[in-house]
């Protein structure tokens, strides 16, 4: 059984040597860089609906190219997949 979520709650997560904290509230969820003001907001409604996808699709569109994933720092080439 699952728990109802009724309050948000926040999780401190790190990546790539960055901290970061995730708000999940009943209306969505935050992620926002440490010491910083403004993340990324996301509203389950726009998940569901499919906005969050356009969203995605429209940022990347129009941001820097990024990195291929080897490249990125404690990408470990040699596992070429993930244990499940």
Known sequence: ???????AFKRELEMNGEKYTLTVA???FKLVQKGKRKGIELAWSSIVNGD????TA??????????????LPGHRAEHGHTKH
């Open 26 to 28: 009943p209306g969505g």
């Open 58 to 71: 429209l940022t990347a569109s129009i941001a820097p190219p990024r990195k291929p994933y080897e490249q």
């Open 1 to 7: 059984m699952t728990t109802k979520l009724t309050s």
């Open 52 to 55: 969050a996808a356009l969203a």
